[in-house]
């Protein structure tokens, strides 16, 4: 599939919050695609996907510009992921 086409599947995907979280961005588009649009590391934006709290405003800003997409959009996908993973931790006693 083109790349234009992967992004106007994504941000349809997006819009319409069929995606939950931040890393499901990237079963559409390539983490290397992404890193070198945004012009950051590969290893970077691999660490960003794993910890998305680490990702600047600016850069969700950016990724949300090169998706089309509202950057609140791009926040929640990251607030979902975060709070998925607080609810995977065990509960201190």
Known sequence: ???QEKLELLKEMIES???KNFRDIFHFV???EISA???IN???LR???QNPKKLRYEEAYLLAK???VQARDI???IHNQLDTKKGDRPKAK
Do not use: N, Q, V
């Open 42 to 44: 590969y290893t970077r």
């Open 1 to 3: 599939m083109p790349r």
């Open 30 to 32: 390539t983490r290397t």
């Open 66 to 68: 090169i998706l089309d």
């Open 75 to 77: 926040s929640e996908l």
């Open 37 to 39: 649009t945004m012009g």
């Open 47 to 49: 660490g960003l996907i």
């Open 17 to 19: 919050r069929k995606l």
